[in-house]
């Protein structure tokens, strides 16, 4: 019996039950659908995230440091030092708490930053207009900020924030710039912050050890040199690896792709549970197909059909119905990451692989969970086939 | 054609033994109609079953147009049952959704034959039985003389040798089984082997030997 007759057939006998195979193929549409919708959710977050770590910069080195016994950070001179590193082309250390901003009746909360000139083009952020921290600033720990856009927007509204006098944690500064607006990085807001020269925030936030520091490598080709170089000379001044820890983009971004791909395959295992679900609905029902269908398979057999003709019959029919079950689904998946891409700033997209794989896994699933009915079709004596009802 | 010789098939049914055939022995030459009469629970349709390749005996030798049969694997039967046997039952045994064009291909399909040439052998069968107004008809859209012949067409369109008939008249009214009965009789005189299972002896009567089964056994006519 050819493929296609026996397609066919099992088309006919499909629409035959109509209600039945619709119920039937329900737990498969299902099934596809939450696969294919969690999966592109997955992929979406891992895209997103990923477009996070990359707005770093590729040859950003970010330098932690949790400090060992009395000393938790560099001074600001040791860490300035690290620009003299081969490889190194610029460096720009941190010193960062929270404060309360007030201009007026406005009092806002957000975080402070301190940091030397060349926080701007080494983090690549750069000043919508106003000027930035020069190095005069700092040596007379001059007591001006620099606003992030979300800052500026909030203390000042449509107000020109230039040269406004605003009180950080009480102490009086004047705004001499805002910053480009940036959107957000990893696990921080860039735009909801506030610069001021790096002395200052040592005697503002009581604190001298610096214990963030970002270092500009010379190409992305000679991070792994300045990496090398750099932890050096941090092993040099505190005698202890995990003492500090030094990333790249690099790291980062095959960490994240870890996490977010071990998060998309346990969403699509859990959601593949329901594909599971779906194909013991199928088995169920073929089984049933096959009971009813006895007196059927005894006449088909009486003419001639071999055992493998029953058998790739009803094989067909149920990867018809968990086919025909997974295209659906992925329809619904495809209008799911649709909507939710049209409705939120969440990039889901139902990627190709996802698709031909959905369907595969559920045709797959029809011919797995029919593997066990068809065979009992097939096995059917004729004479007793023959005399069912 | 077909050569039976003490067949024999025994049912266990736990501890007892049932001896539905009893050493049968029988031969029946090619274009020859033989009625097989016997009251119901005699071992007809067993012996039917075991004629028709569906069933295999429990001892004796079967051979078929020159083919032991008894020892056929379950793909080889149903190689024969499609090549060598037309089967007419009481029932139709048409597949409910299919139409009677359909019913009629299946036999052909099993065979492996491009559609095109089924459906050429199957519009002739059909005309033969003179339902060619009838080919797109489900079976529930023909009455029983109609279905009946549907049938016949589908054991005639394989030009089997033999049409095995069980009972082919006896869910039917009198004019629509004279009516199948003149379509088995035409076959006949076109040289094929027709065996008839039947109780009624007006049917059995139009064929040229008739033989009676009681409890298994051949009563009349033996082997011969």
Not at chain 2, 88 to 115: C, M, W
């Amino acid at each position: 019996m050819g493929l296609l007759q026996a397609f066919r057939l099992s088309v006919s006998a499909m629409l035959a039950k109509k209600l039945r195979s619709f119920l039937t193929m329900l737990g498969v549409i299902i099934g596809v659908f939450s696969v294919v919708a969690l999966i592109s959710l997955g992929q979406g977050a891992t895209s997103l995230v990923t477009e996070q770590v990359q707005a770093i910069g590729s040859n950003l080195i970010v330098v932690n440091i949790t400090g060992r016994g009395a000393r938790s950070g560099l001074t600001l001179e040791e860490a300035l030092a690290l620009a003299s590193r081969p490889g190194v082309s610029a460096v720009a250390p941190m010193l960062s708490g929270q404060a309360t901003y007030k201009y007026q009746a406005q009092n806002i909360s957000a975080s402070l930053s301190g940091v030397t000139p060349d926080y701007n083009a080494v983090r690549n952020h750069n000043i919508a207009y106003g000027r930035s921290l020069v190095a005069a600033d700092l040596d007379h720990r001059q007591e001006v900020a620099v606003l992030g856009s979300e800052v500026a927007q909030e203390l000042f509204g449509r107000e020109n924030p230039l040269g406004a006098n605003i009180r950080i944690n009480g102490n009086a500064f004047t705004v001499i710039g805002v910053l480009e607006e940036k959107g957000d990085g990893i696990g921080e807001s860039n735009d909801n912050r506030v610069l001021i020269p790096l002395t200052t925030a040592q005697r503002l936030l009581r604190n001298m050890n610096i214990s963030t520091i970002y270092i500009q490598a010379e190409s992305p080709e000679s991070v792994d040199r300045a990496v090398v170089s750099v932890e050096a000379s941090l092993k040099q001044i505190f005698r202890d690896e995990d003492a500090f820890g030094v990333f790249n983009q690099a790291d980062l971004l095959s960490t994240v792709n870890q996490i977010t791909g071990t998060l998309t395959l346990m969403l699509g295992g859990i959601a593949a549970i329901s594909l599971l679900v779906g194909g013991i609905g199928i088995m169920n029902i073929m089984l049933v197909s096959v009971t009813e269908r006895t007196r059927e398979i005894g006449i088909c057999k009486a003419l001639g059909a071999k055992k493998k003709d029953i058998l790739y019959q009803f094989l067909i029919e149920s990867a018809v119905i968990s086919g025909t079950g997974g295209l659906i689904g992925l329809m619904l998946g495809q209008l799911a990451a649709t909507l939710v891409n049209r409705f939120s700033d969440f990039p889901t997209a139902v990627t190709f692989q996802v698709a031909v794989l959905a369907l595969a896994f559920s045709v797959g699933v029809g011919i797995f969970f029919g593997i066990w009915p068809a065979n009992k079709a097939a096995d059917l004596n004729p004479v007793e086939a023959l005399r069912a009802q | 054609m077909i050569q039976l010789e003490n067949i024999r098939k025994t049912y266990k049914m736990g501890e007892i033994e049932v001896h539905a055939l009893d050493g049968i022995s029988l031969v029946i030459s090619q274009g020859e109609a033989l009625a097989i009469v016997g009251p119901s629970g005699s071992g007809k349709s067993t012996l039917m079953n075991i004629i028709g390749c569906l069933d295999t005996p429990t001892s004796g030798n079967y051979i078929l147009n020159g083919r032991e049969v008894s020892r056929l694997s379950k793909n080889e039967l149903a190689e024969a049952r499609n090549t060598q046997i037309g089967f007419i039952f009481q029932s139709y045994n048409l597949l409910p959704r299919q139409t009677a064009l359909e019913n009629v291909e299946l036999p052909l399909i099993y065979r492996g034959l491009p559609g095109k040439i089924r459906r050429e052998y199957a519009v002739a069968a059909l005309e033969m039985v003179g339902l060619t107004g009838r080919l797109h008809h489900r079976p529930t859209e023909l009455s029983g003389g109609q279905q009946q012949r549907v049938a016949i067409a589908r054991a005639l369109v394989g030009d089997s040798p033999v049409i095995l008939a069980d009972e082919p008249t006896g869910n039917l009214d009198s004019a629509s089984g004279r009516e199948v009965m003149n379509v088995l009789t035409k076959l006949h005189s076109q040289g094929k082997t027709l065996v008839l299972i039947t109780h009624d002896p007006n049917v059995a009567k139009l064929c040229e030997r008739q033989v009676r089964i009681i409890d298994g056994r051949l009563e009349t006519g033996g082997a011969n």
